[in-house]
């Protein structure tokens, strides 16, 4: 269902959708074939009740090393419209999975490649990797959504700073300023991802959904408006036999079974 070409490695075990890039001599860039596969893992992996959150890496030295420069090169203004729309609409399938994910990343993660990461829903990072918005040293700009992810993770100061010098920063730097939630050592990078999804998808999977989309599309709105998505989700959590679960369990002083009912 999932493996549609060699170029992003898929596997699902105990309920984690494992995807993997998978052009290592091209530093897993992300061609146009590469994101069209993207968009229909996120989309089977929404509709699948048997994926329960997803794990995105790559393969290689590094995460993603951005955008694939061949077919940069070649895009006019209205080719480069459409490129940018179509690359931001795949990654907001991720963010907008209703599952958690969560990418784990190492080596590098630059251009498209940290704007991938950033739709994820959290971020591990072993301790050596380098990242970077390096799109102006190319004469364009970040066109995935990473002027306004940036923003909103790290702050308009920083990310202005990151995206108008296209400088690098380290891993601590990305932990420190909280576009990274988690380090971890090259070699404990897996486990530790797979832990935290792992831990992640224990809990009551409506109510995780609704945390998502109340945070993600309440950020856009006025504080009155978001107050009020925030409750209407309440409620809607407040109807789930999982919520009955949840409480029951913790007024009998035992770990809640969720079903995601």
Not at 78 to 95: I, M
Not at 169 to 186: C, I, K, M, R
Not at 216 to 240: P, V
């Amino acid at each position: 269902m999932y493996q549609l070409n060699d170029a992003v490695v898929v596997n699902l075990d105990g309920g984690i959708l494992h995807v993997k890039l998978n052009r290592p001599s091209q530093l897993n860039a992300l061609s146009h074939e590469v994101l069209q596969t993207l968009k229909q893992i996120f989309i089977h992996a929404r509709q699948d009740a048997s994926v329960k959150a997803l794990l995105l890496a790559g393969e290689g030295k590094g995460f993603c090393a951005g955008a694939d420069i061949k077919e940069l090169a070649a895009l006019s203004s209205q080719d480069g419209l459409a490129f940018a729309r179509f690359g931001q609409d795949v990654f907001q399938h991720l963010e907008m999975l209703g599952k958690p994910s969560v990418a784990a990343i190492h080596g590098f993660a630059f251009g498209g490649g940290c704007e991938l990461a950033m739709a994820a829903t959290l971020r591990v990072s072993s301790n050596n990797t380098v990242f970077g918005q390096p799109e102006i040293k190319l004469g364009v700009i970040p066109g995935f959504g990473g002027t306004q992810r940036l923003a909103r993770l790290i702050g308009k100061g920083r990310a202005l700073d990151i995206c108008l010098t296209g400088r690098r920063f380290s891993a601590e730097d990305a932990f420190q300023w909280g576009l990274v939630n988690a380090l971890a050592a090259p070699e404990d990078l897996h486990n530790k991802a797979l832990t935290i999804l792992q831990e992640l998808i224990k809990m009551a999977p409506f109510a995780t959904q609704s945390i998502m989309t109340v945070i993600n599309q309440g950020y856009e709105l006025s504080m009155d408006e978001a107050l009020e998505l925030e409750a209407a989700h309440f409620a809607l959590t407040c109807a789930t036999a999982d919520k009955r679960e949840g409480v029951t369990a913790f007024l009998e002083k035992r770990t809640a079974a969720f079903t995601g009912e």
